[in-house]
């Protein structure tokens, strides 16, 4: 064989061979064949051609093996028939023998329709018998539906006698039965299951399975139709057992469509769901019976495969089954359990977890003999080191005491206790997983059987009567958890505990407190691991307990007059501080505000003794307490009786102290939000704001110094806001006259002006309209201002009181509608640039409520909204295309119908495309966003003007108006249809051909990015003949860069779905009882794979239903007479397992980093295919924020602007222009000598020293060699240097 990539000797001089420059044509000059295929394929051959109509129909019925040898007169007769309908047959194509599949009306058969191209053989039969069927339908004037088939089906299931055709007849019989109306099948009953069950016993042992599976599935659907009283005879029952029968077969497929169809009879016969449908089927207790007597027949053989083949039916069946029946099967499951035999005591256990996770009624399943099976089933509890039987236990046992609490309350808690402790001693199994899955068992328990009941229990004490004493032994059992020999299960009991407080901390808290206090012993001890999950445990006991309860338990032992500062239960106040709610406000008030108040008095002591350290302790431990009070005011209960006494209080707070001015400013807003929940509540706080708002006024109106920083004020102004949603209206009137006397007095400062009227925005959604008319005055002059601020905030109020949905503000708006609409056309032209974006808010809730009269003004804002399109302000800029598009609703209101309504405001836009160039970009931006809001309501004229137009702007100089055409053209290949957009693209091609090259050259990305839409859209080559040749280097070039694109996209998604499959499982389980009797599709291939594999798969499979026995502990001897000896009996080898890895869920770099994204950048990673050019395009036009100003919109209420302090400051880093001027000083530099080399000693500084600082360069192996000499000159002259040294010494002790 000759060597591969080498050519045989004098090949080489035959071969055609590249010109030189042209190796990499795609396309070569000479295509003869190409030409030649085309010519065949477009063209009629000129000579007679053999290719006939009824070649074709043999050359098909050939490959069918339909066609069959006919008589001598019959083929003659034929042939005869042939040569009379030749000539029509060139005329007209003749039907072929699936003429009547392909057009076959009835749906039951498009499952077959779908796949009638497939290359099986038993398809093609199925094709072919019901071509053949819809053909004889149709002979004789049939209206193919389901009743039809089903008789031709059936007259043809009786004459065929081939397995295929049988299998083909049987298959289609299955699809229609379903179809058929009950009463055809039941008058048909006698009948139909003869012919069944005639070929069910014919092909029982046959070697092929494809009939009797479809036979058997068919029977099932027959008997499924039968009604009641059919079943009240002999025949149908005998038929029934004939189907149950099959379900111990030894065929795979046969076995699972005799199961298949049991259940479905069983638990899916129509007249189950009836109006008198009986509790269980008639045939249910027959079935019962034939499982038992199968298992009892199988014993305890080594294989027990018919065992697991029954057992694998029940799992299914025993919600069906009438409670005497369940408790037979009950028993029997039980006494095969006893085999100790792994697979068949996995089947039973899984029977049991699907006859508790049904929910079957009493009938099925009474909560007595529930409990019954609860109390077997710790007779075959797995040991500890079992790791998938134990998992199977669990969780069987919790969906029986799930359904038993269901069934009945006060048998399920007598049984709880018991599996408590259980699942606590499982908490000491050496594997995770159950101990996970032991605590999620407890966790479930405790949502669902005792949640539910805790409302109805009193008060729980240690000495309570039943069920509560049920409830003391479940704790108790828990609570032994957090002794030393669970101590590698701490995290897990600890997570129990934290549900436990959770649904039983309001009603068992006297039980707890003991619990509590070993708790925070427990968190006190050194090097405790598990501080986060005590803090949540304790937390979740403050939230239900209350704080009271809580710091009874556990004291916080600190009340001011402590000798030392240690504080070793100061970790109460965070946690107190996250998890408190509900409380009672009057436990604040009596027992944290003193001790506040002593803490502070402390602080204040030790910092006239000049002690700074132990006063910020104590300064932090008082602020610490103050934070308790937001927690307090969610939901507390006794808003009422409390707040009157508090409320003094935190006045003095927030007027005389700065520093728990915010903590309390928050505590009113929750208090305002989330406390007040009734109208007496709301009433009884609102009636101190005659005392708040003053005091809020004054701090907001205080210049920085005294009045705090920004956030502070900002958060005085929120709970300005939040008091006035429950303050009495004629009570902001009286605040809002004096806000307007102090506006207009001359003593006012600017800042107190400025203020003023933030505060006057605060206020005026909630005034009458007698002073919302003054106020209107009062701020009249302030929209002319020269005073920028003033401006802004005059256009704010009037913002405010557009957009309120309160009464008195939408009738001051429509009373003083003429005098806004000509005070704003007058301050026009002496608007402000920071105005602007409150002007455009205030202006859009105007065009709201105007109507066809008001159109003039409309029309004279058009030129201002389009020239703020490109304001320098975002709000603005989002203001402006807003209310442009509003506008637009507006003209539709105006007009009859839509299309007049955008063409009359449209004409309006046009205008400013001949104004100035920031005019006509102005213009092309707002014309994108009008033609993506209101595309459905153009024209299809008005819309290839518009495009028309934007094409000959192309052409254009300025590079701002053709930015904003480009843009238009993206956002029209994103919006317009490819049919209509079809007629244009021509045009459009060539505006962009035509640019200039300068133009070019600025907008070649997004050229390129409008061209890679173009050949999306339109195809490459279309793109590639319009555009001129200078634009066809660059679309080759987009095309590959396509092809890499998707290419590397597809391979990236197939990385991704490989590692989500290869990521192992939380929980290692080994097979499934479904994947352990898993079938092959194809039996053959299956025995022939089982032959091929021999002693090692034998071997395998031996081992998968292998069991251990565990020797005895410490050389003790296995008793076999212990009654828990079953638990020896092992399904998991044991013996030392490797740790596995832990799974992060990170990826990792090469170098074995972890990578871990942020969420945008994840985001931005999945959105990776998008267009990011279309992006900037609908940010331009107002429809998308960049990321900085989404995160600051997130952060800031729309309507508010920060304050001028409050941007973040530019800091200089990166290169260029960005580069840092000011050199940061090396470290150490501060100890270099100014006259010569090395570090000198500085007076009061720590000594310098020399090190050596780790560099990852030095690792390279070239370096290494380098490094290794400078370390040895060092070490030689440091040598040297205590050589002289040693000297000097040595002469000075002589001398």
Partial sequence: MARGGRLRSGAAAKLKRWRKGHSSDSNPETRQHRLAARSRFCSRPAEKSNLTVDAVKLHNELQSGSLRLERTSDSAQLRMEEDGAAEAATEKSSGTFLSGLSDCTNATFSKVQRFWESNSAAHKEICAVLAAVTEVIRSRGGKETETEYFAALMTTLEVVESPESMAAVAYLLNLVLKRVPSPVLIKKFSDVSKTFMGIVSSQACSSSTSALRWVLSCLATLLRKQDLAAWSYPVTLQVYHGLLSFCVHTKPKVRKAAQHGVCSVLRGSEFIFGDAAPEHHPAASSTAKFCVQEIEKAGGTKEATTTLHVLALLRDLLPCFPAAVVKTCCETLLRVMTLSHVLVTACAMQAFHSLFSAQASVACLPAELNAQIITALYDYVPSTSDLQPLLTWLSTMERAHVNLGRLQKDLC???????????????????????????????????????????????????????????????????????????????????????????????????????????????????????????????????????????????????????????????????????????????????????????????????????????????????????????????????????????????????????????????????????????????????????????????????????????????????????????????????????????????????ARLSILDLVVAMAPYADEQSLDSLYHTIQPSLQSKERSMQKKAYRVLEEVCAAPHAPCQAFV???????????????????????????????????????????????????????????????????????????????????????????????????????????????????????????????????????????????????????????????????????????????????????????????????????????????????????????????????????????????????????????????????????????????????????????????????????????????????????????????????????????DFQVSEDGRLIIRDEEEEMHNEDEGADEEMVDVLQDVGLRSKKSQKRRFREEPDDEEPEAGSYPQYKAGGSGIHRQLKKEPAFGAEYRSKKGKGDVKKKGQLDPYAYIPLNRSKLNRRKRVKMQGQFKGLMKGAQRGAKAGRRSRLRAQRS
């Fill in 413 to 751: 808690w007598a049984h709880l206790p018991r599996l408590f402790s259980a699942a606590m001693n499982c908490f000491l199994s050496p594997h995770s997983q159950v101990v996970a899955a032991a605590a999620r068992t407890l966790e479930t328990l405790l949502s669902e059987c005792i949640a539910p009941h805790m409302e109805d229990l009193g008060t729980v004490s240690a000495s309570a009567p039943a069920p509560a004493a049920y409830l003391c032994k479940m704790f108790r059992s828990v609570e032994e958890g957090l002794t030393y020999r669970f101590h590698a299960a701490w995290g897990e009991v600890l997570r129990v505990l934290e549900i436990f407080f959770e649904t039983c901390g309001k009603q068992c808290h006297p039980i707890m407190k003991k619990c509590l206090q070993s708790l925070c012993d427990l968190r006190l001890s050194p090097h405790f691991p598990y501080t986060a999950e005590v803090d949540q445990a304790v937390g979740a006991a403050v939230s239900t307990m209350g704080p009271g309860v809580v710091l009874e338990a556990v004291p916080l032992d600190i009340d001011g007059k402590e000798e030392t500062l240690d504080f070793p239960r100061s970790w109460l106040l965070p946690v107190l501080r996250d998890y408190v709610q509900g409380a009672r406000l009057g436990f604040f008030t009596s027992y944290f505000l003193p001790l506040a108040a002593a803490l502070k008095s402390r602080a204040l002591e030790f910092t006239q003794a000049g002690k700074s350290m132990e006063a910020k302790i104590y300064d932090t431990l008082q602020w610490q307490v103050w934070t308790l009070l937001p927690g307090f005011c969610t939901h507390p209960t006794d808003v009422l009786e409390a707040f009157k006494g508090l409320a003094r209080t935190l006045g003095m707070a927030i007027s005389e102290r700065p520093d728990l001015r915010p903590t309390v400013c928050q505590a009113l807003r929750t208090l305002i939000h989330k406390g007040c929940r009734t109208d007496a509540e709301r009433a009884e706080v609102g009636r101190f704001a005659k005392n708040f708002l003053p005091i809020l006024f004054n701090v907001y109106s205080q210049p920085e110094e005294d009045g705090g920083s920004n956030a502070q004020r900002r958060s005085v102004l929120d709970t300005v806001r939040a008091y006035l949603t429950i303050t009495d209206p004629q009570m902001v009137c009286g605040f809002l006259q004096k806000a307007s006397l102090r506006l207009t007095s001359p003593e006012s400062s600017e800042f």
């Fill in 814 to 1144: 429509r009373s003083h509608l003429q005098e806004l609409q000509a005070a704003l056309l007058d301050s026009l032209k002496s608007v402000a640039s920071p105005a602007k974006r409150p002007r455009l808010k205030c202006l859009l809730h105007i065009v709201k409520q105007l109507s066809a009269e008001h159109e003039p003004f409309i029309t004279a804002l058009v030129p201002e909204v389009i020239l703020c399109t490109k304001e320098v302000s975002v709000g603005a800029r989002k203001n402006a295309f807003m209310l442009l598009v509003e506008m637009g609703h507006a003209f539709i209101r105006f007009r009859p119908t839509p299309q007049e309504g955008m063409e009359r405001f449209l004409l309006l836009v046009y205008v400013g495309l001949t104004g100035s160039v920031t005019m006509i970009s102005c213009t092309v931006l707002a014309l994108t966003r009008l033609f993506f809001e209101f595309k459905d309501h153009l024209e299809l004229s008005v819309v290839e003007q518009l495009l028309q137009n934007i094409c000959l702007l192309l052409a254009s100089r300025t590079r701002d108006v053709v930015k904003a055409a480009l843009g238009f053209l993206k956002v029209t290949l994103l919006l317009v249809d490819t049919k209509l957009l079809a007629k244009h693209v021509q045009g459009m091609l060539e505006a962009v051909g035509n640019l200039s090259d300068d133009m070019r050259r600025h907008f070649r990305m997004k050229l390129r990015n409008l061209l890679t839409k173009f050949i999306r859209k339109f195809g490459f080559e279309l793109v590639k003949g319009l555009l001129p040749a200078e634009f066809h280097k660059v679309l080759v070039n987009l095309r590959k860069a396509e092809a890499r694109n998707r290419k590397q996209r597809a391979l990236r998604q197939a990385a991704a779905s490989a590692d989500e499959e290869e990521a192992p499982p939380a929980q290692p389980r080994g097979e499934s009882m479904e994947e352990i009797l898993a079938d092959s599709e194809d039996e053959d291939e299956e025995e022939l794979e089982e032959r091929k594999r021999g002693k090692e798969g034998r071997k395998q499979a031996r081992q998968k239903g292998q069991a251990w026995l565990k020797e005895g502990e410490e050389d003790e001897p296995l008793n076999f007479l212990d009654p828990n000896v079953s638990q020896r009996v092992l399904a998991t080898k044991p013996g030392p397992k490797r740790a596995r890895g832990v799974s992060h």
